[in-house]
C-alpha cells in the first residue's frame, strides 16, 4: 500500500493546471482498481472526470475532490518549485499541496486500509474526481451529478475535501455554503438640461432610491448556520460627463450572499418589485446563480465530528463560510454533504504546503468516518 505523502507528491509531479488532468485520475485509478473498485471516466469538453465505486448497493457513500490546480503565477516567485513535490522537515511543498491533491491522497489510502479490514462491508463506497473545480466548474461535478442521476445511482453521504481547517487539522468543518445572487440593473429616464428637470426624468436619481431600499431591506434573520442574507452593490455607472445634463440611464452592479432561508427566486421577485415602486422603465441583466446547501446536524455530520474528535482530541466547529464548492452540486441530489480537508492558509498562494503528518492524520479520519457509516466498526 501507498503512503498517502508519497501519492500527494506523485499528483503534484503532474502539473494538472485546470481543466487538465496530466494523469493524476489514472494514479488514482492504479490504487484502487486492485481494491475493487471500478473506474468510470466521464469526460465532457475538455474536462476529465473519474466515477470509481465499489459496490452495487446503499447506502452509497462518495468522496468528492479535484485534480486541477489554480496556475502558479510566475515559478521564479516560488522557494520551492510549484511542481516538485518535495518534502522538507515534514512539509510538503507544491502547488496543490492543500487545495486538494493532499485530501485527494488520503481519500485513496483511507480506502485502501477500509477495504482490507472490510472486504465485505455493506453499502458502496465511491470517489468522484473532477479537474474543473477551480475553473468554470460547467463540465466538471455537476455533469457527473447529472449522470449519476439519470441513472438512478442515489448518494447517501458525500465528504468534500476541500481545505477547510484553519489553524489545526480538523478544527473547522464546513456543512453549508452561502449561496451567491448577482446582477447588474440598467434604469432609464429621460435626458435633459439640469435647468428644465420638468422636461427630463432623471435616472440617478430613481436609482439612488432604489438602492437606498434594497441595501435597509432585512431579506432573513439568518438561522444558527448561516448569517442574514447581505446585499451590496459593488458598482454604479452613470453621466454624461457635462455638469448641466441629466444623463438618461444610470447602472448599478450588485450582489447577495444569501442565507438558504431565503430562495434566488423570492430575492429575484423582491428586488423587481423595489425596482417597479421607483422605476418606470429598467431591466436586470442577472448573473449565473451560485446555490446554497446546508447539511444539518445528522448521521453524516455527527460521523465526522466524532471521526475528528477521536483522532485528534478535538472537536470541530460547523462553518459555512468561505467562497463555493462542488458540494452545492451535490447537494440538491438530497445527499447529506460534509467539507473537511487540510489547512487552508496557503492555497492559491506560491509556496502552498501542507503538513505530511496532517496528511497521514486526515487519511486515519476518512477512514474512520467509513466505518462509522458502512457500519462496521
Ligand atoms: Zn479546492
Not at 452509497?60 to 516538485?84: A, I, M, N, R
Not at 439612488?208 to 459593488?234: C, H, K, M
Request: proline letters at 6%; charged letters at 20%.
Amino acid at each position: 500500500m501507498i503512503a498517502t505523502v508519497t501519492l500527494a507528491q506523485n499528483l503534484i509531479r503532474k502539473a494538472s493546471v485546470t481543466p487538465n488532468d496530466k494523469g493524476c485520475q489514472d494514479l488514482v485509478v492504479d490504487e484502487l482498481r486492485s481494491h475493487g473498485f471500478t473506474p468510470e471516466f466521464m469526460p465532457f469538453g475538455e474536462v476529465r472526470n473519474l466515477w470509481l465505486r465499489r459496490g452495487t448497493e446503499g447506502p452509497l457513500f462518495v468522496f468528492s475532490g479535484h485534480t486541477d490546480v489554480v496556475p502558479t503565477g510566475p515559478e521564479t516567485d516560488w522557494v520551492y518549485p510549484p511542481f516538485s513535490g518535495d518534502v522538507i522537515d515534514d512539509m510538503l511543498h507544491g502547488r496543490g499541496a492543500a487545495d486538494m491533491k493532499g485530501s485527494v491522497a488520503a481519500m485513496v489510502t483511507a480506502c485502501q486500509r477500509f477495504v482490507e479490514t472490510h472486504p465485505d462491508h455493506p453499502g458502496s463506497v465511491a470517489l468522484l474526481l473532477t479537474s474543473d473545480e477551480e475553473g468554470p466548474a460547467v463540465d466538471g461535478t455537476v455533469r457527473v451529478v447529472e449522470t449519476l442521476s439519470a441513472r438512478n445511482e442515489v448518494i447517501d453521504w458525500c465528504l468534500v475535501g476541500e481545505p477547510t481547517s484553519s489553524e489545526r487539522l480538523g478544527d473547522v468543518i464546513k456543512n453549508g455554503r452561502r449561496g451567491s445572487l448577482g446582477g447588474t440593473l440598467k434604469v432609464r429616464g429621460i435626458q435633459g438640461h439640469v435647468a428644465y428637470p420638468h422636461l427630463a426624468d432623471n435616472p440617478i436619481h430613481r436609482l439612488g432610491r432604489i438602492v437606498s431600499e434594497l441595501s435597509s431591506t432585512r431579506w432573513d434573520e439568518g438561522n444558527e448556520y448561516f448569517p442574514a442574507t447581505t446585499f451590496q452593490v459593488s458598482n454604479i455607472r452613470s453621466g454624461t460627463g457635462a455638469t448641466n445634463v441629466v444623463p438618461g440611464e444610470a447602472e448599478a452592479q450588485f450582489n447577495l450572499r444569501f442565507c438558504p432561508d431565503s430562495t434566488a427566486p423570492d430575492l429575484k421577485a423582491k428586488i423587481e418589485s423595489v425596482c417597479r415602486q421607483h422605476a418606470d422603465h429598467f431591466e436586470i441583466d442577472w448573473s449565473p446563480l451560485g446555490l446554497p446547501y446546508q447539511t444539518l446536524p445528522g448521521t453524516l455530520v455527527s460521523a465526522v465530528t466524532e471521526s475528528i474528535s477521536d483522532t485528534t482530541g478535538y472537536s470541530p466547529r460547523l462553518s459555512t463560510d468561505g467562497g463555493t464548492s462542488d458540494g452545492r452540486f451535490i447537494a440538491p441530489t438530497g445527499a447529506q454533504v460534509v467539507e473537511l480537508g487540510p489547512l487552508n492558509r496557503t492555497i492559491h498562494q506560491v509556496d502552498e504546503v501542507v503538513s505530511a503528518e496532517d496528511l497521514d492524520t486526515l487519511s486515519q479520519v476518512y477512514e474512520k468516518v467509513l466505518k462509522r457509516l458502512l457500519g462496521c466498526t
